[in-house]
C-alpha cells in the first residue's frame, strides 16, 4: 500500500503543479498511514532527492530519453507499471496539461475511478470522497470513488506546497519502454514570460486599454508583480495579444492566488476562466461592470490613472520590505 | 476514413447554477441546453472541414445519454455529421462514459476520434484519454491546430507556457480546443437535413461506474467588493498586502 505521485517534469525541471502533487500526495499517505513515492520520467538536472522535503520518501526514476516527449500511451504504461510494483492503491497527478493527457489514461488502465481537478484532500472517514470543481468554478462536487485502485488529479494552485526537511531515496526503475508513437516535431516555448497556467499572479486586460499600444502600463505592473500577462476574449480576438492569453469560457482558464483585471466588464465567459483566483481585484472607470460583484478589492476610475499609480505603490512597499 | 465525433449535452454557460434534493442533484429548472462548446465548436467544426477537403470521408456523431440527449445531437447534426448514435444510459462517471464510446468506436473501426477538451459541466478533461487506452490508440489532448496528410496527423498541443507540434499515423484520438476550428451557425438546409439524419439508439454496453456524485456545494459567497478610491491606490496595495495576503 503507499500513494504514488507522477512528478512531471519539463527541460529536466520539475514543474511547480508537481510539487504541490507532492505535497497533496504525502498529506494522504499521512491520513492514510502509508508512505509516498513518486515517479519521475525522463532525463532530469534536478537532485531529486531534495523533493523528500515535500514529503515523499522514496522516487523511481525512469530516466529514459525516451520519456522526454510526452506520448501519454508510453507515460501511463510506465505508471501503472511502477503503481503496480510500488502496490500503489492512490496515484495523483497535477490536473496540468500532461495530467489531463495520462491520467485518465491511467485510471483506465487500471480500472481505477477517477476524480480529475480535486482541490482538497480526500474525505476517508466513510469511504473515499474527494471534493473537485465543476462548473467552471461556479460549484463543487463531492466524488465518492468505489474502486479499490483510485486516481486524482489535483488542480493547479489549490494545494498549498509545504517545504520541510528531508531527502527521499532515488532509485532506477527499469520499466518497459516501448516505441513512442507520438513524434514531437517542434517545441515553441514562450521565453521569459511566467506561463499562465502556473504564475501565481496574473494582470489581464481588456477593451478598456483601448488598443495594443497602450499595454505597456499593464506589462510595467505585471513586470513588478513578476505576474503572467492575460487578456479577454476581444482583445485576443483583434490581435491585441497573442492568443495564448486569452483567459476565459473557451480560453485558458486560470486559478492564480492574485487576478487583477484591468478594463474587463467581466462577462460571464471570462470569469469562468478566473473564477478559481483566489482573490480578484477589478480596476474599471465603469461602477456598474459585473466584474464588480465577482471582485473581492476594486477600484473605480481610469485604467491610464491608476494602473502607473498601482506599479509605483507595489514598487515603493517592495523597496521597504 | 472514419471520424467519430462525442457530442455532449451541457447547460449553457450563462445558466444559473443551483442544486435540489439536498443538494445532490443539478437544478435544471429553467435552464437551457446546449452542445458542449469544445466540442461543437471545433472537434465538429474541424471534422466537418476535413470532410469538405475529403468528401469520401463519414462522420458519425455520438453522445452518452437519454432520450433529452436528442434535440441537442440534432443540432449538431445540423451543423454536419452523416448519422448519429445515441448511447441510451446516463452517468457521472467518466469511466462508464468513455467505456461506452470505446464500445462504439471499437464496432465502427475509425480512424480518427474528436472530443472536446473538456465539458463545461464536469471539467474533467478525462473522456479523450480514457477512449484511447480502451481502444489501445495514441492521444493528442488540448490540440490547438489539427492538419491531416493521408494517414499521418500533425497536432498542435498545449503544454505548459507555449506549444509543441506532434507527427501521429492514425487511428487516433484528439481532445480539441480554441484554434483548431472556428464557430458555425447551422444554415436552414442543415437544419432540414438534420431532420432526417439516420440517429440510431444502442442499449449500453454492461459496464461498472467507478464512481458516483455524493453531492455538491456552492463556493461561499463572496463578501462583497472592497472598493478604494482612484486616489488611494496605496490603500490597495495595503490591503492586499496585509489583508490579502497576496502581494
Given at each position: 500500500m503507499s500513494v504514488l505521485i507522477f512528478i512531471d517534469q519539463t527541460e529536466g525541471h520539475v514543474k511547480k503543479s508537481s510539487l504541490e502533487a507532492?505535497?497533496?500526495?504525502?498529506?494522504?499517505?499521512?491520513?492514510?498511514?502509508?508512505?509516498?513515492?513518486?515517479?519521475?520520467?525522463?532525463?532530469?538536472?534536478?537532485?531529486?532527492?531534495?523533493?523528500?522535503?515535500?514529503?515523499?520518501?522514496?522516487?523511481?526514476?525512469?530516466?529514459?530519453?525516451?520519456?522526454?516527449?510526452?506520448?501519454?500511451?508510453?507515460?501511463?504504461?510506465?505508471?501503472?507499471?511502477a503503481a503496480a510494483a510500488s502496490g500503489a492503491n492512490v496515484i495523483v497527478f497535477s490536473h496540468n496539461q500532461t495530467g489531463k493527457a495520462v491520467a485518465a489514461r491511467v485510471a483506465a488502465k487500471l480500472?481505477?475511478?477517477?476524480?480529475?481537478?480535486?482541490?482538497?484532500?480526500?474525505?476517508?472517514?466513510?469511504?473515499?470522497?474527494?471534493?473537485?470543481?465543476?462548473?467552471?468554478?461556479?460549484?463543487?462536487?463531492n466524488i465518492s470513488i468505489q474502486s479499490s485502485v483510485k486516481v486524482i488529479s489535483l488542480n493547479p494552485n489549490s494545494y498549498k506546497t509545504v517545504a520541510t526537511e528531508g531527502t527521499a531515496s532515488v532509485a532506477d526503475f527499469a520499466a518497459t519502454v516501448g516505441q513512442p508513437r507520438v513524434k514531437v516535431t517542434a517545441v515553441n516555448k514562450i521565453t521569459g514570460?511566467?506561463?499562465?497556467?502556473?504564475?501565481?499572479?496574473?494582470?489581464?486586460?481588456?477593451?478598456?486599454?483601448?488598443?495594443?499600444?497602450?499595454?505597456?502600463?499593464?506589462?510595467?505592473l505585471a513586470k513588478e508583480l513578476g505576474a503572467a500577462t492575460a487578456c479577454s476574449r476581444p482583445v485576443g480576438d483583434a490581435h491585441w495579444r497573442p492568443h495564448h492569453e486569452h483567459v476565459g469560457q473557451t480560453g485558458v482558464q486560470v486559478a492564480p492566488n492574485l487576478y487583477i483585471a484591468i478594463g474587463i466588464s467581466g462577462a460571464i465567459q471570462h470569469l469562468a476562466g478566473v473564477n478559481r483566483s483566489k482573490v480578484i481585484v477589478v480596476i474599471n472607470k465603469d461602477p456598474e461592470a459585473p466584474f464588480f460583484k465577482a471582485a473581492d478589492y476594486g477600484i473605480v476610475g481610469d485604467a491610464f490613472e491608476v494602473v502607473p499609480q498601482l506599479t509605483a505603490a507595489i514598487q515603493k512597499l517592495k523597496a521597504g520590505a | 476514413m472514419k471520424i467519430l465525433v462525442c457530442?455532449?449535452?451541457?447547460?449553457d454557460t450563462t445558466a444559473k447554477i443551483a442544486f435540489t434534493d439536498g443538494n445532490t442533484k443539478f437544478d435544471e429548472a429553467g435552464v437551457q441546453w446546449i452542445i458542449n462548446p469544445y466540442d461543437e465548436w471545433y472537434s465538429l467544426v474541424r471534422?466537418?472541414?476535413?470532410?469538405?477537403?475529403?468528401?469520401?470521408?463519414?462522420?458519425?456523431?455520438?453522445?452518452?445519454?437519454?432520450?433529452?440527449?436528442?434535440?441537442?445531437?440534432?443540432?449538431?447534426?445540423?451543423?454536419?455529421?452523416?448519422?448519429a448514435i445515441r448511447v441510451n444510459t446516463d452517468s457521472s462517471d467518466a469511466f462508464y462514459i468513455a467505456a461506452q464510446i470505446a464500445e462504439v468506436a471499437k464496432q465502427g473501426g475509425y480512424d480518427l476520434v474528436f472530443t472536446g477538451k473538456e465539458t463545461i459541466d464536469y471539467n474533467g478533461s478525462s473522456i479523450g484519454g480514457m477512449i484511447a487506452e480502451l481502444i489501445d490508440a495514441p492521444y493528442i489532448s488540448l490540440a490547438t491546430k489539427f492538419d491531416l496528410n493521408g494517414t499521418t496527423a500533425t497536432v498542435v498541443r498545449?503544454?505548459?507556457?507555449?506549444?509543441?507540434?506532434?507527427?501521429?499515423?492514425?487511428?487516433?484520438?484528439?481532445?480539441?480546443?480554441?484554434?483548431?476550428?472556428?464557430?458555425?451557425?447551422?444554415?436552414?438546409?442543415?437544419?432540414?437535413?438534420?431532420?432526417?439524419?439516420p440517429l440510431k439508439v444502442v442499449e449500453p454496453a454492461a459496464v461498472d461506474a467507478l464512481t458516483t456524485v455524493v453531492g455538491f456545494e456552492l463556493p461561499p459567497a463572496k463578501a462583497g467588493v472592497k472598493l478604494v478610491a482612484p486616489d488611494n491606490v496605496e490603500e490597495l496595495v495595503r490591503l492586499l498586502h496585509e489583508e490579502a495576503k497576496a502581494i
Open positions: 507532492i505535497t497533496y500526495g504525502a498529506d494522504l499517505a499521512k491520513q492514510l498511514g502509508t508512505t509516498a513515492e513518486g515517479i519521475v520520467l525522463g532525463t532530469v538536472t534536478e537532485d531529486l532527492s531534495a523533493l523528500g522535503k515535500y514529503g515523499v520518501t522514496k522516487i523511481h526514476h525512469v530516466a529514459n530519453e525516451t520519456l522526454n516527449h510526452l506520448d501519454a500511451q508510453l507515460y501511463a504504461s510506465v505508471i501503472s507499471e480500472k481505477a475511478g477517477l476524480v480529475a481537478g480535486a482541490c482538497a484532500l480526500p474525505d476517508t472517514s466513510n469511504g473515499f470522497v474527494v471534493k473537485k470543481t465543476v462548473f467552471s468554478g461556479k460549484a463543487f462536487a514570460e511566467v506561463p499562465l497556467t502556473e504564475a501565481d499572479i496574473v494582470v489581464s486586460g481588456g477593451r478598456g486599454l483601448k488598443g495594443p499600444e497602450n499595454w505597456g502600463i499593464l506589462l510595467d | 457530442v455532449s449535452k451541457t447547460p471534422a466537418i472541414e476535413l470532410k469538405e477537403a475529403n468528401p469520401a470521408a463519414t462522420i458519425h456523431l455520438v453522445t452518452v445519454g437519454n432520450a433529452d440527449a436528442e434535440p441537442i445531437i440534432r443540432k449538431a447534426l445540423a451543423l454536419g455529421g452523416d448519422e498545449e503544454i505548459e507556457g507555449g506549444e509543441e507540434t506532434a507527427e501521429v499515423a492514425l487511428p487516433l484520438v484528439v481532445s480539441c480546443q480554441k484554434g483548431v476550428a472556428e464557430q458555425r451557425i447551422p444554415n436552414m438546409r442543415g437544419i432540414m437535413a438534420a431532420r432526417t439524419k
